[in-house]
T-cell receptor
C-alpha cells in the first residue's frame, strides 16, 4: 500500500495546456515536498510546503498544501516542452522520514 | 565537491555476488538517506542516519541489505548475495537535521544484477 498516492501516473498533453497533479494520503505530514527528476539524475527539489492551506508559486507552477496537511497539488499553467519529466511528491513524517509517491510522468508535446 | 557524490555511477554484478555502494554527502550535513528507485517509479525509503543516533533501518527490504556511516560522513550501502530483484537505482541524499526538507540528492548508482 502506497502511503502517498499520486495521480495521474502518466500525463501527456499539448504545449500551452494547463494541468494539475495530485498527491493524496490518509496520513498527516509535517511538510510536503515536490521534486522533478530527469533521466539519469537525482530528484531536484522544487518547493516545500509546511502550513496547511499554504500556496506557493514558482513562475508557472502553483503548489498547494491541503488544510489538513494530508494532500497537495501541483498546477502548471501554459505547459512547455521543458516541463517534461517525472514529478514526485514526498511527505515528511515527524522530523526525519521522507516518504515518496510513485510519481507522475509528464510529457508536453510541442 | 558541492553536491552529494555517489560511486560507482553504474554497477553490473552477477547474481549471488556482494556489492558496495558509496555516498559522499555534502560537508556538514548531519542527516543522510538511502533510497531505491525501480525503473520509472517513485523512491523507496531504505535507511536514514542522523548524527550519532541509531539509524532508522525500517526500510531495508531484507537482512541482505546493510549500511553504515563512518565518522558521520561517508556512507556505504552493502547488498550481500545480490538477486535480480535488487536491480534498481540507489539514491543517496543529505541535509541538515531539522531543516524539514531534503534538498540534495546524488545522481545515484544504477545496479544491474545479471
Amino acid at each position: 500500500t502506497q502511503l502517498l498516492e499520486q495521480s495521474p501516473q502518466f500525463l501527456s498533453i499539448q504545449e500551452g495546456e494547463n494541468l494539475t497533479v495530485y498527491c493524496n494520503s490518509s496520513s498527516v505530514f509535517s511538510s510536503l515536498q515536490w521534486y522533478r527528476q530527469e533521466p539519469g539524475e537525482g530528484p531536484v527539489l522544487l518547493v516545500t510546503v509546511v502550513t496547511g492551506g499554504e500556496v506557493k508559486k514558482l513562475k508557472r507552477l502553483t503548489f498547494q498544501f491541503g488544510d489538513a496537511r494530508k494532500d497537495s497539488s501541483l498546477h502548471i499553467t501554459a505547459a512547455q516542452p521543458g516541463d517534461t519529466g517525472l514529478y514526485l511528491c514526498a511527505g515528511l513524517q515527524g522530523a526525519q522520514k521522507l516518504v515518496f509517491g510513485q510519481g507522475t510522468r509528464l510529457t508536453i508535446n510541442p | 565537491g558541492a553536491g552529494v557524490s555517489q560511486s560507482p555511477s553504474n554497477k553490473v554484478t552477477e547474481k549471488g555476488k556482494d556489492v558496495e555502494l558509496r555516498c559522499d554527502p555534502i560537508s556538514g550535513h548531519t542527516a543522510l538517506y538511502w533510497y531505491r528507485q525501480s525503473l520509472g517509479q517513485g523512491l523507496e525509503f531504505l535507511i536514514y542516519f542522523q548524527g550519532n543516533s541509531a539509524p532508522d533501518k525500517s526500510g531495508l527490504p531484507s537482512d541482505r541489505f546493510s549500511a553504515e556511516r563512518t565518522g558521520g560522513s561517508v556512507s556505504t550501502l552493502t547488498i550481500q548475495r545480490t538477486q535480480q530483484e535488487d536491480s534498481a537505482v540507489y539514491l543517496c541524499a543529505s541535509t541538515f537535521r531539522g531543516r524539514g526538507t531534503v534538498d540534495t540528492f546524488g545522481s545515484g548508482t544504477r545496479l544491474t544484477v545479471v
